[in-house]
């Protein structure tokens, strides 16, 4: 069964500065999907930014982009210039690929609560 | 833009007592799921149904638990006899087709079983 680490709880960062989110999956597939959701504290997931395990190019979204380590099965997630709304809890997520009839379930991992300071 | 509703926001119960969760998926949406997720904990799968059939469930997702679509625009999770240990958020999320991969959430319901 596939499994998704994220070894950060908590993490904190000043308004305009850069962090990053960190995130580690088990898994035997060769072709999958990435996920980071975002949770704030209305607690309503939104989508963040995805990557498909066959792309190379890490994905981006704005002052979101992810950094995709396929060997070493590792998915941060950057986010650059933070803003106070970035606030909100992270959840990572594991896709196995889509199959006519099967779940695709999303395996999430515990998440890192993201602080941002002014 | 269009989105997944979820109605009540907030449910208090008494246990033992059925509730129903309900869901709006997006229009034309083909795939619906269930999560949940107990405060403090991470997000876990329930159910995912496809084609008006389950198409997968987890361990959690027992006897007590079941999904329905009535009449193709809802989609709703029944637990027959609430316990405490049910007090969580549950999520609905739907997701366009077989090609398209991303899962589409609604705002949840806070469940609390007293």
């Known amino acids: 069964a596939q499994t998704v680490t994220q070894s950060q709880p908590e993490m904190s960062v000043q308004e305009a500065e850069t962090v990053t989110l960190s995130c580690t999956y088990d898994?035997?597939?060769?072709?999958?999907?990435l996920f980071w959701y975002k949770q704030p504290p209305s607690r309503q997931m939104i989508l963040v930014i995805r990557?498909?395990?066959?792309?190379?190019q890490n994905a981006t979204e704005n002052r979101f982009s992810v950094n995709f380590q396929k060997a070493a099965k590792s998915f941060s997630l950057k986010i650059s210039d933070s803003q106070l709304g970035d606030a909100a809890m992270y959840f990572c997520?594991?896709?196995?690929?889509?199959?006519?009839?099967?779940?695709?379930?999303?395996?999430f991992g515990k998440g890192t609560k993201l602080t941002v300071n002014p | 833009e269009p989105e997944v509703t979820q109605t009540p926001s907030h449910q208090v119960t008494q246990m033992g007592q059925e509730v129903i969760l309900r869901c709006v998926p997006i229009?034309?949406?083909?795939?619906f799921y269930w999560y949940r997720q107990i405060l403090g904990q991470k997000v876990e799968f329930l159910v995912s149904?496809?084609?008006?059939?389950?198409?997968?469930k987890s361990e959690i997702f027992d006897d007590q638990f079941s999904v329905e679509r009535p009449d193709g625009s809802n989609f709703t999770l029944k637990i027959r006899s609430t316990k405490l240990e049910d007090s969580a958020m549950y999520f609905c999320?739907?997701?366009?087709?077989?090609?398209?991969?991303?899962?589409?959430f609604g705002p949840g319901t806070r469940l609390l079983v007293l």
């Open positions: 990557q498909e395990a066959y792309k190379q």
């Open positions: 999320a739907s997701r366009p087709t077989v090609y398209q991969e991303t899962q589409y």
């Open positions: 997520a594991y896709r196995s690929p889509s199959t006519q009839g099967g779940s695709e379930k999303l395996v």
């Open positions: 229009s034309n949406h083909l795939y």
């Open positions: 898994t035997s597939e060769s072709d999958y999907y």
């Open positions: 149904f496809y084609n008006n059939e389950i198409s997968e």
